[in-house]
C-alpha cells in the first residue's frame, strides 16, 4: 500500500518569514496531494490539493508543488503569520472507487512573534 | 449550517466495556470514515463507508465495528478488543468515495479508558 513520510515534525519560524513542509510517497499511481490544517482541538480541515497533472498550485500566501518523478511534495506557506500556528498534514490517494487517503505523521508549525 | 457532528467530544470508559461514538452529518454525503489520531503518528484509517449499508475496513479495523445504516450516520463501535482504545476519534465524510474528494472532519472524540 501507499505510505507517506513528512518532514519536519516540528517547524518553528518567526512571523514573516516563509515555511516548507515536505512529503514524500512511495506509490507512483498516487495522482491527488491535499494538505490540511489541524487546529488545536479541532479536525483537520482542507487548505490546498494538487492533482498529477500540474506542478504547482498557489491560493494567496499557500503553494503546493509536486515532483512526480521523485515522487515528492512541499508546502509552502509565505508571509507567515500566527494564526498559522498549527499542525499540517499531507497526504495522498489515487482514482479508484475503493481508493483513499494515507496520511504523513504531521508537521507541528509554529509562528513566533 | 451544514457539517459534521461528533458526540460527545469527551467520553471515559472503564476498560472491558463496549462504547459508541456517534457521527453525523447533513452535507448529503455518500462516503464516511473513521480515523484514529494519536501523537506522531497522524490519521490511521479505521473503517469508511462509500453507500448506505456497505462499509470497508481500513487499515487498522481490529477490535472496532461500525453500522451505517443512514446515509447521516455512521457510528463507531470501540469494542473489548481493541487493545489500546485511548485515542482521539475522527470521522469524515465526502461527496463519494474515491479518493480524489475533499474529506470534511468532524470536530472529533477523545476517548479514555482506564
Known amino acids: 500500500g501507499e505510505n507517506v513520510e513528512q518532514h519536519p515534525s516540528t517547524l518553528s519560524v518567526q512571523e514573516g518569514d516563509s515555511a516548507v513542509i515536505k512529503c514524500t510517497y512511495s506509490?507512483?499511481?498516487?495522482?491527488?496531494f491535499p494538505w490540511y490544517k489541524q487546529e488545536l482541538g479541532k479536525g483537520p480541515q482542507l487548505i490546498i490539493d494538487?492533482?498529477?497533472?500540474?506542478g504547482e498550485k498557489k491560493d494567496q500566501r499557500i503553494a503546493v508543488t509536486l515532483n512526480k518523478t521523485a515522487k515528492h511534495f512541499s508546502l509552502h506557506i509565505t508571509e507567515t503569520q500566527p494564526e498559522d500556528s498549527a499542525v499540517y498534514f499531507c497526504?495522498?490517494?489515487?482514482?479508484?472507487?475503493?481508493?483513499?487517503?494515507?496520511f504523513g505523521t504531521g508537521t507541528r508549525l509554529q509562528v513566533t512573534l | 449550517d451544514g457539517g459534521i457532528t461528533q458526540s460527545p467530544k469527551y467520553l471515559f470508559r472503564k476498560e472491558g466495556q463496549n462504547v459508541t461514538l456517534s457521527c453525523e452529518q447533513n452535507?448529503?454525503?455518500?462516503?464516511m470514515y473513521w480515523y484514529r489520531q494519536d501523537p506522531g503518528q497522524g490519521l490511521r484509517l479505521i473503517y469508511y463507508?462509500?453507500?448506505?449499508?456497505?462499509?470497508q475496513k481500513g487499515d487498522i479495523a481490529e477490535g472496532y465495528s461500525v453500522s451505517r445504516e443512514k446515509k447521516e450516520s455512521f457510528p463507531l463501535t470501540v469494542t473489548s478488543a481493541q487493545k489500546n482504545p485511548t485515542a482521539f476519534y475522527l470521522c469524515?465524510?465526502?461527496?463519494?468515495?474515491?479518493?480524489?474528494?475533499?474529506?470534511?472532519f468532524g470536530p472529533g472524540t477523545r476517548l479514555t479508558v482506564t
Open positions: 506509490d507512483s499511481a498516487s495522482n491527488y
Open positions: 452535507l448529503n454525503h455518500d462516503a
Open positions: 497526504a495522498a490517494s489515487m482514482t479508484g472507487t475503493a481508493s483513499k487517503l494515507t
Open positions: 494538487i492533482r498529477s497533472n500540474v
Open positions: 469524515a465524510s465526502s461527496i463519494s468515495a474515491g479518493g480524489l474528494y475533499e474529506q470534511y
Open positions: 463507508s462509500q453507500i448506505v449499508n456497505d462499509f
